[in-house]
Nanobody
């Protein structure tokens, strides 16, 4: 059964770092992977994305602080987040997409304290 599972969230102080991981199981020919986030009372927004050709895109608010990468052999996508700010507090969701559909994970909470 196709599954997307995120991990790596947690509580960190402002200026700290976290690395999120997203593992896709039984999803073939992934063409697009993305990290999104949703804070309370706000819409879900794109944080970073990467294609199967390693083309990347970032939200304007990232400002060079985050890096998305993927391990094709492990079907895993990573989001390295540095210099975290309280405004980065949100639930982070991973999306993995092939030609048939987009699959979402259940999310991982990231909380940045000031």
């Amino acid at each position: 059964q196709a599954r997307v599972v995120e991990s790596g969230g947690g509580l960190v102080q402002a200026g700290g770092s976290l690395r999120l991981s997203c593992v896709a199981s039984d999803i073939f020919s992934i063409g697009f992977s993305g990290w999104y986030r949703q804070a309370p009372g706000k819409q879900r927004e794109l944080v970073a994305s990467i294609t199967n050709t390693d083309s990347t895109e970032y939200g304007d608010f990232v400002k060079g602080r985050f890096t998305i990468s993927r391990d094709h052999d492990k079907n895993t996508v990573y989001l390295q987040m540095n210099d975290l700010e309280p405004a980065d507090t949100a639930v982070y969701y991973c999306a993995q997409e092939n030609r048939l559909r987009r699959y979402w994970g259940q999310g991982t909470q990231v909380t940045v304290s000031s």
